[in-house]
T-cell receptor, first 111, second 116 residues
């Protein structure tokens, strides 16, 4: 069973709304990641964190922001959602080793 | 830049056959590779990994082969079952230092369909 949780699983929201996608893990992992994935396509890293108060932008430019105030929590925020933000957002975490654990994702649709 | 890509976007096999999914990577500094399985509506699930100091690694019904000379990775699934139907991604990571440290780079997925 996954120990990393994402909410909501599905979200349909209007253009211009502010949204926050939640990601929490109970494994005490220091490293956490946000990936963006279009259907059937590869995952693109948009944000990562190596610990509390540490956040970095990933390889794919994103208008979203993240915060890491607690080890277990790594929320992603869009201040003003647009249709171009429609995608699936996957959160992952890992300890010092190699294994990544992924959440089930949030499928976001902006209308 | 770094990239990881798959040769075939779709693969259809009969139940019981063996499946082979291929992946090419371009970053010669990549030294750790992972195969993930992603079922519809779920996040990627770890299948098997291999380090660059190995050529082959076996798991339960799965084998990963690494050819560093041609930067090629493959996943072999023995006796494929309908439950194996999913999208399969390869991913690479450089464990060296630098800005790419610890980050996975994914290729485009291959859709595996197993027919009963």
């Amino acid at each position: 069973e996954a120990d990393i949780y994402q909410t909501p699983r599905y979200l349909v929201i209007g253009t211009g709304k502010k949204i926050t996608l939640e990601c929490s893990q109970t494994m005490g992992h220091d490293k956490m990641y946000w990936y963006q994935q279009d259907p059937g396509m590869e995952l693109h890293l948009i944000h990562y964190s190596y610990g509390v108060n540490s956040t970095e932008k990933g390889d794919l430019s994103s208008e979203s922001t993240v915060s890491r105030i607690r080890t277990e929590h790594f929320p992603l925020t869009l201040e003003s959602a647009r249709p171009s933000h429609t995608s699936q957002y996957l959160c992952a975490s890992r300890a010092g080793g190699d294994g990544y654990t992924f959440g089930s994702g949030t499928r976001l649709t902006v209308v | 830049g770094e990239s990881v890509g798959l040769h075939l976007p779709t693969l259809s096999v009969q139940e019981g056959d063996n499946s082979i999914i291929n992946c090419a990577y371009s970053n010669s500094a990549s030294d750790y590779f992972i195969w993930y399985k992603q079922e519809s509506g779920k996040g990627p699930q770890f299948i098997i990994d291999i380090r660059s100091n190995m050529d082959k690694r076996q798991g339960q019904r799965v084998t990963v082969l690494l050819n560093k000379t041609v930067k090629h990775l493959s996943l072999q699934i023995a006796a494929t079952q309908p439950g194996d139907s999913a999208v399969y991604f390869c991913a690479e990571k450089s464990v060296a230092g630098g800005t790419s440290y610890g980050k996975l780079t994914f290729g485009q997925g291959t859709i595996l369909t197993v027919h009963p």
